[in-house]
């Protein structure tokens, strides 16, 4: 069964440093997104994108985040300006439709140090 | 703004028996409601989705039913199995209009007794 697949599984970045978390969604999926989950806690939506445009974002998602699709598989979140904050298990997740289940990846658990 | 609460935050049952999980969600515009098991490190795994204009759906051992009026949807899980432990998560979505995000529960923690 394809999988949405996540690299590196672990990062750990210093404070104010920038990271790019890694996603290659499921081959023939059109909708990815980005959510993340703070240890213990639920859950939240990121961003999602479409057609190489994000199509929706979180207040979470301000100027510090950015999402790009640089070739025909990769989908990557850019993470500047680091704050322990940011300290969480990021998944990607990929839908084949607008209205279609999402399927994540295993994740990239980021700890700011 | 869009909720969804989740009880219980805990749940305990000896193998063989029943698990209910259940969720309420606040935006009485969401239309799809997808069921996630996450074990320990691993990816919440899609399990079993409900949409809004069905009451109910089964497969195998776990079912979901969804209560419109009440804005409820909830999670049965029959003959438990020690590989039934993990967290589950609900979620809600509001599929054909201009969002398709997830919102969340908060989780249950099943443990499931051998």
């Known amino acids: 069964e394809p999988e949405v697949t996540q690299t590196p599984s672990h990062q750990v970045t210093q404070m104010g440093q920038e990271v790019i978390l890694r996603c290659v969604p499921i081959?023939?999926?059109?909708?990815f997104y980005w959510y993340r989950q703070i240890l213990g806690q639920k859950v939240e939506f990121l961003v999602s994108?479409?057609?190489?445009?994000?199509?929706?974002k979180s207040e979470i998602f301000d100027d510090q985040f950015s999402v790009e699709r640089p070739d025909g598989s990769n989908f990557t979140l850019k993470i500047r300006s680091t704050k322990l904050e940011d300290s969480a298990m990021y998944f990607c997740?990929?839908?084949?439709?607008?209205?279609?289940?999402?399927?994540f990846g295993d994740g990239t658990r980021l700890s700011i140090l | 703004g869009e909720n969804v609460e989740q009880h219980p935050s805990t749940l305990s049952v000896q193998e063989g028996d029943s698990a209910v999980i259940k969720c309420t969600y606040s935006?009485?515009?969401?239309?799809?409601f997808p069921w996630y098991k996450q074990e320990l490190g691993k990816r919440p795994q899609l399990i079993i989705d409900?949409?809004?204009?069905?009451g109910e759906k089964k497969d195998q051992r776990i079912a979901v039913t969804l209560n419109k009026t009440a804005k409820h949807f909830s999670l049965h899980i029959t003959e438990t199995q020690p590989e039934d432990s993990a967290v589950y998560f609900c979620?809600?979505?509001?599929?054909?209009?201009?969002?398709?995000?997830?919102?969340f529960g908060t989780g249950t923690l099943l443990a499931v007794q051998p």
């Open positions: 081959s023939n999926h059109l909708y």
């Open positions: 994108f479409y057609n190489n445009e994000i199509s929706e």
């Open positions: 935006d009485s515009a969401s239309n799809y």
């Open positions: 409900i949409r809004s204009n069905v």
């Open positions: 997740a990929s839908s084949a439709g607008f209205n279609q289940p999402q399927h």
């Open positions: 979620a809600a979505s509001k599929h054909g209009g201009a969002t398709n995000k997830l919102i």
